[in-house]
């Protein structure tokens, strides 16, 4: 049974940073995995994604420079460390995880696994 688990959520001010942990279990092979968001009445969206099997990675606009995705495979850990953060980023943020190519990496619709995701509340 797959099961990935999101953790380092919380609450800071503008200009802040956070770190959030996903741990993943029983899905051994991964391709991609990412970071997506999803605030109040919004879609969610592709926040950074990474290929497993080496070091690629992509980021929305809104979070380059911001953000950084990474993972340690031997803990079978992904990663975002999210710095500066604004007001906009408030959101809950979810793990995913696809064994598929994919045409875009920050397209939800392409990932079969999923966290429960973590509140990342910004305040100005």
């Known amino acids: 049974q797959v099961q990935m688990v999101e953790s380092g959520g919380g609450s800071v001010q503008a200009g802040g940073s956070l770190r959030l942990s996903c741990t993943v279990s029983?899905?051994?092979?991964?391709?991609?995995m990412a970071w997506f968001r999803q605030a109040p009445e919004k879609e969610r969206e592709g926040v950074a994604a990474?290929?497993?099997?080496?070091?690629?990675?992509w980021y929305a606009d809104s979070v380059k420079g911001r953000f950084t995705i990474s993972q340690d495979n031997a803990k079978n850990t992904l990663y975002l460390q999210m710095n500066s953060l604004r007001p906009e980023d408030t959101a809950i943020y979810y793990c995913?995880?696809?064994?598929?190519?994919?045409?875009?990496?920050?397209?939800?619709?392409?990932?079969?696994?999923w966290g429960q995701g973590t509140q990342v509340t910004v305040s100005s």
């Open positions: 029983g899905y051994t092979y991964r391709r991609y």
């Open positions: 990474i290929y497993t099997g080496g070091s690629s990675t």
């Open positions: 995913a995880a696809t064994s598929r190519s994919l045409l875009s990496v920050l397209w939800p619709n392409g990932y079969d696994y």
